[in-house]
């Protein structure tokens, strides 16, 4: 499988975080300084208008009073009082544009007086009879600067017989703005460190569980299997994580310590056979040689040393027959010819075959399956088999003087079968691996009784395959009991032996 490796950045996850939140942080504070800002400045300019605004109408209607009185003769109006306070400037014309009254406080210039804008703005209030408003560019000593207008046309009974102009300067409020514009900069600059340590302790608690991750990763790519992350996490996506690796790396030791068993087991399957077949190999070899030599010459001895050989022939048979059979099993070309099956008369036969065994070990062999019991649907062969193997195995682990029993009984369409024995018993830690492959309890014991530890592994398949379970319980020094269930046969029975392959899955250890 092709696999990439992930470049290096120059930045750690923790730096881009942080800096991730600080330009949202930041960019968030210079939009609403800027916001506020913008507000802050309408205000202050939407005030000023409404007080020009004001300040116009004031002197119109001023204005208004004394055409009232005199008409149309402005000789005599009063300039005095009618600039409502310093860098202001007031004009007001008649119904043809002409100038009445000009009046000015500094900086303003008395230019404004003749300045084509503000007299174009006048002729079109006065044609159109609408007051204005707005800014505009006004004459000061050194320049020209912006300020606020208001035009108000003089309507009398409506009749529009002049206007009044009167602008003032914006920068009256420009010291308050820029000194709120200096406050509000100041809290961004606050709001930023305060936002950028906040992140940062964010940041940290959250990439720290990460940080915890990766060592116990790094740890377990080089062989570490038993690294566990035991860090209190949030019940968030972090700690389902965190949860997840842990699970992950139990399972990942269990596994590489399953491989490991498996692989001692292998080792010692190997040296067993090694040493199971030299033994017979040797005596083989021995006898022939001595028979071969006339070195026994007595005919009864001639004859007990063939059946030696035969009986070592027979135990080198039984080996590769187990293993043989094992490598079957593992590649599921075993088939089982199910058929009905009568237990009773079945364990009869089989403790037939073994009983002369027995009987030669001083052990009493009972079969207390009641001739009543009900068929059971299995393969014939398959079961004696298990059986031969059961029985072998609490005769080779049961004392002279012991007892082998074999028992039955049915619950729930399954028939329960035991073999009991009062021998050496298993160990407590042993107890829950005797059905995988390979494996011996006791191994000084197997290498005295024989047997190549696939028995009870091709009884856990056999039974497998027929849809049943096996355990056994033991106490150690008291005796160990096998059971294992096969199911009961449907009545009437069946005509036709069904068959049913074993799969390798069975045989997993």
């Known amino acids: 499988m092709r696999s990439t490796n992930p470049q290096t950045s120059t930045f750690s996850l923790k730096s881009k975080l942080v800096l991730s939140y600080l330009l949202v942080i930041l960019g968030t504070v210079l939009v609403l300084s800027f916001a506020v800002s913008i507000a802050v400045q309408n205000y202050f300019y939407s005030n000023q208008v409404a007080l020009v605004n004001h300040s116009a109408r004031y002197l119109a209607n001023a204005t208004l009073n004394y055409y009232s009185h005199y008409g149309s003769d402005w000789k005599n109006l009063p300039p005095g009082n009618l600039v409502p306070g310093d860098q202001a400037f007031a004009l007001i014309v008649d119904n043809n544009g002409n100038p009445i009254v000009c009046v000015n406080s500094r900086p303003l210039s008395y230019s404004n007086c003749t300045n084509s804008n503000i007299n174009q703005a006048l002729k079109s209030a006065i044609q159109t009879g609408n007051s204005t408003s707005g800014s505009m560019q006004l004459d000061v000593d050194d320049g020209s600067t912006s300020g606020i207008y208001s035009i108000v046309p003089l309507n009398n009974g409506g009749q529009v017989v002049g206007a009044v102009f009167l602008a003032q300067l914006n920068f009256g409020y420009g010291g308050v703005l820029s000194q709120i514009n200096q406050y509000i900069i100041l809290a961004s600059l606050g709001v930023a460190a305060i936002a950028a340590l906040c992140s940062y302790l964010f940041v940290r608690r959250f990439v720290r569980p990460l940080e915890l991750l990766t060592t116990a990763a790094e740890d377990m790519k080089h062989g570490r299997y038993t690294q566990r992350v035991v860090q209190n996490f949030p ?118 075959v073994i009983a002369p065994e027995c009987e030669a070990h001083g052990l009493q062999l009972q079969n207390t399956i009641p001739a009543s019991t009900p068929q059971v649907q299995a393969d014939s062969d398959r079961i004696t088999q298990v059986l031969l193997n059961l029985l072998d195995n609490a005769r080779r682990h049961t004392n002279e003087g012991g007892q082998i029993k074999v028992g039955a009984v049915e619950q729930n369409g399954q028939l329960r079968i035991s073999i009991s024995d009062t021998g050496v018993g298993i160990n407590k830690e042993d107890l829950p691996h005797i059905f995988d492959r390979f494996y011996r309890a006791d191994r000084s014991r197997a290498a005295k009784t024989g047997g190549s530890g696939l028995g009870l592994a091709i009884v856990k398949a056999i039974i497998s395959a027929h849809n049943g379970q096996v355990w056994a319980e033991s106490t150690p020094g008291k005796g160990t009991t096998v059971f294992f269930t096969l199911p009961v046969a449907q009545q009437p029975p069946l005509q036709i032996a069904q068959a049913a392959t074993i799969p390798a899955s069975n045989y997993e250890g």
């Not at 997840?244 to 040296?271: G, K």
């Not at 083989?284 to 010459?297: F, H, P, T």
């Open 235 to 352: 019940q968030d996506e972090v700690g389902l994580l965190a949860q997840t690796f842990n699970e992950m790396a139990d399972t990942i030791e269990a596994d590489v310590n399953e491989l490991r068993r498996q692989d001692q087991m292998r080792r010692d399957l190997i040296a067993n056979i090694a040493h199971d077949l030299a033994t017979p190999l040797t005596a083989i070899q021995g006898l022939s040689e001595a028979l071969a030599d006339d070195v026994i010459s007595d005919p009864e001895s001639r004859q007990e040393t063939a059946q030696r050989i035969g009986r070592e022939v027979q135990r080198l048979r039984r080996l590769v027959a187990d293993v043989r059979q094992m490598t079957m099993l593992e590649a599921g070309q075993i088939r089982l010819d199910l058929a009905p099956l009568d237990l009773h008369s079945l364990v009869d036969e089989t403790v037939a």
